[in-house]
């Protein structure tokens, strides 16, 4: 791909898998499962994500999430984003188990984007999200056509902050009260990976393989 060329979205819309983590487009028929797991999780979610403009359970209802699907498939459909619902592959159904999304994208000479997740509490630290995280990034470098994603964090987001720090991700800022989440300013530590960063281990995917096999 040209580095100014047209591509609007490429490497979109796309399914990603590695074993039973399944990295897919959101669908309209999402809405129940959506808003199942993102009411059964405000207590492990909440804390964390950006401030809503209204309740918790009106924010995360089947109806919120019909503007939620229009505004990432718009998102998607500009090179913008690449919104991905996070599913654990089953014998007899893909079960919605998070969200992981490449957005706030840049392109022409920075080719550079921003990423977002969250996981269902009830599949933390099976290694869903470090997978995801992977996929993505290393799709983000490849079809994507980005050089560079960031990952922002709370200091205080230690789960979170060990996906980065396990896949190799480099701190490199502390963003002094970034955004406004659970009613306050909050303070970001900031991680960043260039696609050079990872080129020798095949991959940021290849990567977290090596480090799941050196760990057991």
């Known amino acids: 791909m040209s580095l100014f060329g047209p591509a609007r979205a490429p490497g979109w819309p796309v399914e990603l898998a590695d074993g039973p983590v399944l990295l897919r487009p959101y669908r309209r028929s999402d809405a129940a499962a959506w808003s199942e797991v993102r009411r059964a999780n405000r207590a492990w979610l909440a804390p964390w994500e950006s401030s809503l403009p209204g309740g918790w359970d009106e924010m995360n209802s089947p109806a919120a999430f019909r503007w939620v699907h229009r505004d990432q498939r718009r998102s998607a459909r500009e090179g913008e984003g690449m919104p991905f619902a996070v599913c654990l592959r089953e014998a007899d159904r893909d079960r919605l188990v998070g969200h992981i999304n490449v957005g706030s994208i840049v392109r022409r000479a920075l080719c550079s984007g921003y990423?977002?997740?969250w996981v269902d509490a009830r599949v933390a630290g099976q290694g869903v999200i470090p997978t995801a995280l992977a996929l993505a990034v290393d799709h983000a470098f490849g079809p994507g056509g980005l050089h560079r994603v960031e990952v922002n964090?709370?200091?205080?987001?230690?789960p979170s902050r060990r996906v980065v720090e396990k896949l190799g991700?480099?701190?490199e800022a502390y963003h002094v009260r970034y955004m406004h989440i659970d009613g306050a300013w909050r303070d970001h530590i900031?991680?960043?990976?260039?696609?050079?960063e990872i080129a020798a281990d095949g991959g940021l995917l290849a990567r977290w393989h090596r480090v799941r096999a050196n760990a057991r």
């Open 115 to 117: 990423v977002g997740y």
């Open 153 to 158: 964090i709370r200091p205080e987001n230690r």
């Open 169 to 171: 991700f480099r701190e």
């Open 190 to 196: 900031g991680y960043a990976m260039t696609s050079e």
